[in-house]
């Protein structure tokens, strides 16, 4: 069985950091067939180096908005405190998954910076995007598709999922700039903000929404996104 690595999160509780990830995002690697194993945050680059020598793929999880410093911006009062603990966390993983060749799949957080790692930028706000009317911040459940995307002909989320779907939305930033190596396969209907990609080469997808909740109590189509780690390439 395939290893499925899903990067950490930390959180302070009572007293303690703890390490974390959502239920989400090994459920749906076990619905595929996959042993999810989750990588704490960590300083130090061996522990990660070990972390990729034992997976087969990787999932970067969402969460905080990552540092604008990383991109050449100064932090905008939209954008939260950034974590550096965890982006350094996270650029030492890709870095590692990178030069081992295996699959990436980036989910909102880890699809933005995994676009920053490869050279490209985000708006600290969608306003900074375009006056869009869209509700990319979701209230209703986040299991609940709010906006629409249309997928590119060719991709490989257009052979999952088709030319159009619905998705949710819980992110307040969005990529500004797309890194040269990756192509644009979905764009929000409406406002044109870029909701996924892929590299040229095939080893990496990212997604702006959250597929894990959408497909988290009822088995969808998106739970065809975690194919991606699964799936010989
Ligand atoms: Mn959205």
Sequence with gaps: ???????????????????????????CVERKGGVPIILPITSKKEVVEEYIKIIDALILTGG????????GEELYKESEEPSVERDQYDFMLIEAALKKGIPILGICRGMQILNVYLGGKLHQDIKYHSKTNLKHVQSSMYSDPVHSIKISKGSYLYEKLGEESRVNSIHHQCIKEVASSLNVVA????DGIIEAYESKEGKILGVQWHPEMMCFHVDNDMSRIFDFLLEEK
């Design 187 to 190: 764009v929000s209907i409406g």
């Design 64 to 71: 905080q908005d990552v540092d604008p410093n990383l991109y």
């Design 1 to 27: 069985m395939k290893k499925i690595g899903i990067s950490g999160n930390r959180i302070f509780i009572k007293g303690f950091k703890r390490d974390y990830v959502l239920e989400h995002y090994a459920k």
